[in-house]
Structures are given as structure tokens and as C-alpha cells.
């Protein structure tokens, strides 16, 4: 019988690793655009191209994850934490998704097109609504950070948890320079 994977793939770390970068790019990015003096169309090209960004590394970790499931809880972890976990995954996925699809829902709305990362014209989706339409949509993608923030201190309050509490090498499996505990 195969011993069972103690880390996640390379491809699957580089997936996790790269968006979250790209998550706290465009905290930084936003925060630039609305800093005074700022060049806001530069930031706010850069904050669009990143959320494409997401939403195509999102889909392609969807993918990912249904040909490579994740990796089974660590031996007697509580039924609830192990839940818990998984909706926090499940929400991410879906945040992940729904922040760029809004953000570009609601620039299509308005039909304010942008260049990704200045290379080229990225499309617009075919939808009316107008400036209405626009603002509603934006309502929520402004809304919606405030639930990937909670998402975001759960997950690390949770791995944290799981490397100083209960000792399990759950963030090994994340970080492999950390070295697995016996």
C-alpha cells in the first residue's frame, strides 16, 4: 500500500503561493490608486490585470483540485475544525471568483475596457445596465473584500494553530522548508 502524501504538489504550492501574492498585490494596488497625487489609471490597470489574474489562476486551481483532491486532516483533528476548514476553502474559491467577475461585471456595465498589464485589450463582457447597473455591481465587489479579510485570518490563525498548538506539520505540507516534525 502506498504511503499517503505528507505536502502538497509543486504545481498546487505554486498555485496557492502565486495568488496569494497576487491577493496582497491588490490590497497594495487599491491603496495606491486612492493615495493622493497618485497615478490612478496606472494603479487601477494594474489592480484589474491582477484580478484577471486571480480569476484565471482560481479556475485553473479548480481544476487542479478536482484532479488532485487535497490532502486528507491530519489524524484526530476534530470533525468541526476539519468542516470549518473546508468551508473556509469552499469560501475562498468562491471569493475568489466572484471579486474579479464583479469587478469586471461592473466595468463591462459601465464600458470601461482596460488594457491587462498594458499588452493588450482585455474584453468586455456583453452586458447593458449601464451606470446603475455599475454601481450596484461595485457595491459589491467593495463589499466583498471585508469576507475574504475574516477568510484570510482564519486560514492563517488556523495554520498557525496547527504548527504551535497542536504540533501536526499541517504547514509543512504548505511550506516545505519547514521541517516536518516526527
Known amino acids: ?46 489592480h484589474k490585470s491582477g484580478g484577471m489574474a486571480i480569476l484565471m489562476l482560481t479556475l485553473i486551481r479548480i481544476g487542479w483540485r478536482f484532479a488532485n483532491p487535497a490532502l486528507k486532516p491530519p489524524a484526530g483533528m476534530p470533525r468541526w475544525e476539519a468542516w470549518l476548514a473546508k468551508g ?15 469587478g469586471w461585471l461592473a466595468g463591462s456595465a459601465a464600458g470601461r475596457n482596460f488594457q491587462f498589464y498594458g499588452l493588450f485589450d482585455f474584453p468586455l463582457l456583453p452586458i447593458g445596465g449601464g451606470r446603475p447597473l455599475a454601481k450596484t455591481l461595485m457595491g459589491v ?21 496547527h504548527q504551535f498548538v497542536n504540533r501536526d506539520n499541517v504547514l509543512h505540507r504548505m511550506i516545505p522548508l519547514i521541517p516536518r516534525r516526527p
Do not use: C
Open 1 to 46: 500500500m502506498a504511503e499517503p502524501r505528507n505536502r502538497y504538489s509543486t504545481v498546487s504550492l505554486t498555485l496557492h503561493w502565486l495568488t496569494a501574492a497576487l491577493i496582497l498585490s491588490q490590497i497594495l494596488l487599491i491603496n495606491a490608486a486612492e493615495a493622493e497625487g497618485a497615478d490612478r489609471a496606472l494603479w487601477m490597470m494594474l
Open 88 to 102: 473556509v476553502h469552499v469560501l475562498f474559491y468562491v471569493l475568489l471568483l466572484a471579486l474579479p467577475l464583479t
Open 141 to 161: 465587489h467593495e463589499t466583498l473584500p471585508k469576507l475574504l479579510y475574516v477568510l484570510l485570518a482564519l486560514h492563517v490563525l488556523g495554520a498557525l494553530k
